[in-house]
């Protein structure tokens, strides 16, 4: 999961993940998201070019992005309403 450390969005994130017990790797790309603070712009460019998605969080399950917290394709929340987030982490898990 990439993060900003300051990003209510991110931490919101990150503690769901934590809640429902599912581990992870924290990329932090900086303290703040504003414009002209962000510690790594290179990073969150790359983000775009690869996902087509530059705010944060941006949550890879097995290699693939799944968005951020509420949207992306599909995006943690919308994921586990589905019924499909835990699919996604088990079949990423058996296929390492």
């Given at each position: 999961i990439y993060t900003f450390e300051l990003s209510p969005f991110c931490t919101e994130a990150t503690n769901l993940l934590d809640n429902i017990g599912v581990g992870y790797k924290k990329v932090?790309?900086?303290r703040e998201?504003?414009?002209g603070l962000i510690?790594?712009?290179a990073k969150r460019a790359a983000l775009l070019e690869i996902t087509g998605q530059s705010s944060l969080p941006n949550v890879f399950i097995g290699g693939t992005s799944i968005g951020g917290l509420y949207s992306?394709?599909?995006?943690?929340v919308p994921a586990l309403?589905?019924?499909v987030f835990m699919d996604m982490v088990e079949d990423a898990k058996?296929?390492?």
């Open positions: 932090s790309l900086g998201w504003i414009p510690a790594n712009p992306g394709k599909p995006g943690i309403e589905k019924g058996r296929s390492m």
